[in-house]
């Protein structure tokens, strides 16, 4: 598994605890909505960068209000047909303006990057030999857009009025 | 007839070339059958029992000669000779290798033709009219909004990943041949009190195991709102409908499940936010593709009135033609032409590549090159000179599309049924085919009239069965075909949902069974009145007497 962020591969510095009882004192996390929920007192205390994965039946209207403690917003892609998330990103940065990074984890298929670029995700965890190589494919598969969407690519509508 | 520009004709391009890149990896072995399916999927190639099968979207149903010659290429070249058109204004090809499929998609883009979003759970094509444009009903041309929907569904990347398949109709005619009330949206143009043309528009429609009329959410929706109100609704059903049961996830449910009110207030809330934002339809958007669909140039002609009738009287045949075959056109001196895809030797929707270039032809030489398909698998010629009629009839004979049974007993929409799919309990087509023999006799077929009878070989209603005059669903009943009827079904602007007449009837019985309902209805009709009419006002009690006995 790497972790693709715009464009190019980083190592994660982020350990999921989303599951575990206890959370850990220092380094950077990744939290679930509960534990978000449960302990964001002492979250918001610790030093080190926080982000929450939200589940494919968590809507973002959840955190709408508390997006500046998050540097990570992580949405579950728990199979790849499951395409709640792609509304859930357009919801996080055109209704709740989220500007951090937005990633897209657990059934994350290549063919898919376009459109979760599209949407707004910035950073993917795929499984790739090439991940570069794949996300410039990705990118470069389709140049014609008719929707407006949460990237800043011009739809073909404002190309054909616009000059 | 809508053109791409350099925009659109580099997207399908690009799509083919990104698809042929996929088969390649699918080929060398890089990419299981199981990865490989989501990406064949979003290009309308399935896999059945024996083949690929690969459906083409044909865009509100217009063809043009071109396009139908290359089908026919298509069909030559990679398939077995035919195609088959479905009752969603597609065309499939059963016997496609994927090795081909690349090159026949791109042969098809050649032509401004793909298959993108012919399956999958995703928006699929928007469907229509087959008389837009040219009916004497109509209020607006309905295919400058479906080709304005189709731009913005295809590729939606939000929308591609649906909990089940969206399927969106547009009609622009008070009398709905687009059958808007059963889809997951309908759209029907009308005017409001301003004079000014809208939406009325319709949710939760559908057919399949659980069957719904579709609900109003909205009577009246300005054009320059379509796309961001169209947003709104699919953004809450992508939001909130049912992921965890397929036949549970189509929009009708959710809409069921929490009301119409409750889905209203949830779109509107969802619609108030997006409003007026990048999705408002500018006017010189809806001008620019208006354009496309200006009338072609008519000839001033009157009506043949005179010599038409002569010809009637001379030949019979022929005149059974035109009584059945023929639509009023809203311009004098010319007529919308049916051609009928229900001749008997031939399984409803199919067609052959020497008729399909056979029908270019007569595109061309009659009806301004060209052709639409409608959702009952007939196609039409829409604007054929009156003077013409007799020398395009003689034509359509010898290629065995002149068969005079346009919206009567023999105009039967069958699923493929046990002949070819999987799921089926029974089979349709043979028994669409029987019912044919059966109703030979044209003086017997006109007295009946109007009459839709449609079969489903399973409960999942491809034939569309609930909403057939007379609607037929074959069943599973101890390993033998039984066919359950059900009355009074109708996808008209009074759509409504047949009801079962009671238990099932053996295969050997089952034309017998149509028989004794259509002599219960002329028993029991009064004068013109067409069967459904007379159903919905004597109900089902002659019927089932007929078919059960007196108990
Ligand atoms: S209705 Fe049933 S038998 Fe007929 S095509 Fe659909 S799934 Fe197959």
Redesign the pocket.
């Known amino acids: 598994m790497v972790l693709l962020k715009n464009g190019t591969v980083e190592t994660d510095l982020y350990t999921d605890v989303s599951s575990a009882d206890k959370l850990p004192e220092k380094g950077a996390i990744l939290v679930s909505l509960t534990q978000w929920q449960d302990q964001g007192d002492a979250l918001t205390k610790r030093l080190d960068a926080l982000g929450i994965v939200l589940q494919s039946d968590e809507k973002p209207e959840h955190i709408a209000n508390d997006l500046a403690h998050f540097d990570v917003i992580a949405l579950e892609f728990p199979t790849f047909n499951d395409g709640r998330a792609y509304s859930y990103a357009r919801l996080l940065r055109e209704r709740y303006n989220y500007q951090g990074e937005l990633r897209a984890v657990g059934d994350v298929l290549l063919e898919q990057l376009h459109f979760m670029h599209r949407v707004g995700f910035n950073s993917f965890n795929i499984q790739s030999k090439n991940a570069i190589k794949d996300w410039e494919v990705a990118a470069a598969d389709i140049s014609i857009w008719y929707q407006p969407s949460s990237d800043n690519r011009t739809p073909v509508i404002k190309l054909r009025h616009d000059n | 007839m809508y053109r791409y520009d350099e925009f659109d004709a580099r997207l399908v391009t690009e799509r083919v070339e990104q698809f042929r890149r996929q088969a390649q990896r699918r080929l060398s072995g890089e990419l299981t059958e199981d990865q490989f399916k989501p990406l064949r999927l979003m290009n309308g190639l399935y896999l059945q029992l024996h083949a690929y099968m690969m459906r083409i979207n044909i865009p509100y149903g217009a063809l043009s000669s071109k396009q139908m010659r290359q089908l026919a290429h298509i069909a030559r070249t990679y398939d077995k000779g035919y195609g088959h058109f479905t009752t969603r204004q597609n065309i499939q090809y059963n016997w496609i290798q994927l090795k081909n499929v690349p090159d026949a998609l791109a042969d098809l883009a050649a032509v401004e033709m793909h298959g993108i979003q012919s399956s999958g759970n995703c928006i699929r094509n928007t469907t229509s009219d087959q008389y837009a444009g040219v009916a004497r009903d109509e209020l607006e041309d309905p295919r400058v909004y479906c080709e304005i929907i189709r731009q913005w569904s295809t590729l939606h990347p939000e929308f591609s990943f649906l909990p089940r398949k969206f399927k969106i109709a547009v009609t622009g005619s008070p009398n709905d041949r687009a059958a808007v009330k059963l889809h997951d949206i309908g759209l029907r143009m009308h005017q409001n009190e301003q004079g000014k043309t809208g939406f009325e528009v319709i949710v939760g429609g559908g057919q399949g195991r659980t069957p719904f009329v579709g609900k109003t959410i909205r009577d009246w929706l300005a054009p320059e709102h379509l796309l961001s109100y169209l947003e709104a609704i699919l953004r809450v059903y992508n939001l909130d409908g049912r992921r965890d049961n397929k036949y549970k996830a189509r929009i009708k449910i959710l809409v069921h499940q929490i009301g119409t009110d409750e889905f209203r207030r949830l779109v509107d809330t969802e619609w108030q936010q997006i409003k007026d934002g990048a999705l408002n339809l500018p006017q010189s958007e809806i001008d620019r593709i208006n354009a496309y669909f200006t009338p072609p140039a008519y000839a001033q002609i009157d009506d043949e009135t005179e010599s038409l009738n002569e010809q009637r009287t001379q030949n019979p045949a022929f005149d059974a033609w035109v009584q059945a075959n023929l639509a009023e056109h809203k311009v004098s001196g010319y007529s919308i032409v049916n051609i009928s895809l229900k001749s008997p030797k031939l399984p409803p929707g199919d067609v052959t590549a020497v008729q399909m270039d056979a029908l270019a032809d007569l595109a061309d030489e009659y009806s301004f090159s060209e052709l639409r398909v409608n959702h009952r698998q007939n196609l039409v010629l829409a604007d054929v000179p009156q003077k013409d009629l007799l020398s395009l009839w003689t034509k359509l004979i010898e290629l065995d599309l002149a068969t005079p049974n346009i919206g009567l007993i023999s105009d039967i929409i069958a699923?493929?049924?046990?002949d070819y799919?999987a799921?089926?309990?029974a089979r349709?087509i043979p028994l669409a085919q029987e019912i044919h023999q059966r109703f030979q006799d044209i003086d017997k077929v006109h007295d009946i009239g109007e009459l839709t009878i449609n079969i489903?070989?399973?409960?999942?209603?491809?034939?569309h069965h609930h909403v057939g005059h007379i609607g037929i669903l074959?069943v599973d009943k101890r390993g033998k075909e039984f066919y359950q009827f059900t009355l009074g079904g109708s996808s008209d602007q009074n759509a409504s949902l047949g009801d079962r007449t009671g238990k099932g009837f053996p295969a050997d019985e089952a034309v017998n069974a149509v028989e004794k309902i259509l002599n219960t209805y002329i028993m029991v009709r009064n004068d013109g009145e067409r069967f459904l009419e007379t159903y919905r006002r004597v109900g089902m009690k002659p019927f089932k007497e007929a078919l059960y006995g007196s108990a």
Do not use: K, T
């Open positions: 699923c493929p049924g046990l799919c799921l089926a309990n349709s489903s070989g399973c409960m999942n209603a491809c034939g074959g």
